[in-house]
Nanobody, 123 residues
């Protein structure tokens, strides 16, 4: 079992930055691939970014590539999502997820989820 807790959400103006954190506990954090997903009102949950167990490989959706950076600190059992040049369309509840099948498989198959943190970007 892996328990995940997100933090760092809030209200920011368009063009601003925000960093989300996801703290893991339970199963050895360094053994699971991690990812960020988001769900906007009235829309389905969508993939944002994933990162390998060591942090050496990352994968991004086209909508955030070049603006968001995923990273992890296994010593702190934490994964981060640095978000820059935020747009109103980035407004959503952001979730972190964990999986063991690989960073690409994590896009469609997740083993563990956090509760989510709200990010609101004003125009």
């Amino acid at each position: 079992q892996v328990q995940l807790l997100e933090s760092g959400g809030g209200l920011v103006q368009a063009g601003g930055s925000l960093r989300l954190s996801c703290a893991g506990s339970g199963r050895t954090f360094s053994n699971v691939h991690m990812g960020w997903f988001r769900q906007a009102p009235g829309k389905e949950r969508e993939f944002v970014a994933t990162i390998s167990t060591s942090g050496g490989i990352t994968y991004y959706s086209d909508s955030v590539k070049g603006r968001f950076t995923i990273s992890r600190d296994n010593a702190k059992s934490t994964v981060y999502l640095q978000m820059r040049r935020l747009k109103p369309e980035d407004t959503a509840v952001y979730y972190c997820a964990a999986g063991t099948r690989g960073i690409y498989a994590l896009v469609s198959s997740q083993d563990y989820w956090g509760q989510g943190t709200q990010v609101t970007v004003s125009a």
